[in-house]
């Protein structure tokens, strides 16, 4: 397998371990914790999910013949949670934001790697503009797993090792759900 494989291989499965993650909070937090900001001025996994969801779909979303901050998109809107925000809705714009991310993957080829797209105007390479959008989810990701454990604490279950279980992960081979 060429290097260019290998980091397409790891760049998808890096995406898709974050998508993994932010998907398994999702699931413990039931409607009123998934709305729920954790303070004042804070998001609610509603809207970091709503915003992640604009932004991948905007940014890969015919990525190479457009600019990536689609005139369609209304990204101050992404953080308001209104009526027509259901969970359902929300959910179904995080697949659609995904989907068009995973669609555009499987089209890269190693000659694109240097090729010039645009982002709010701003010129990046294609390896830009991925490891741009990996580093994006990945922190969002972050915050979903962090916010979800704070508006549903009881009966959380972790996704990464637990707090005190080092060692016990460690006898296990590294896989605390083994």
Known sequence: MSFWQEWARDVEFSFRKQKQMAEQALTQLDDAAFFRAP???????????KHLAGNLKSRWTDFRTTDGEKPW????????IGPADTRERLLAAWEEGWAALFQALTTLAEADATAQITIRGEAHTVLQAVHRALTH???HAGQILYVARLV???GWRWITVPPGRSQEVRAKGGNYLK
């Open 39 to 49: 303070a004042e001025g804070s998001n609610s996994v509603a809207a970091i999910v």
């Open 73 to 80: 998109r209304d990204r101050d809107n992404e953080f308001v």
């Open 137 to 139: 989810a990945a922190y």
């Open 152 to 154: 549903q604490p009881d």
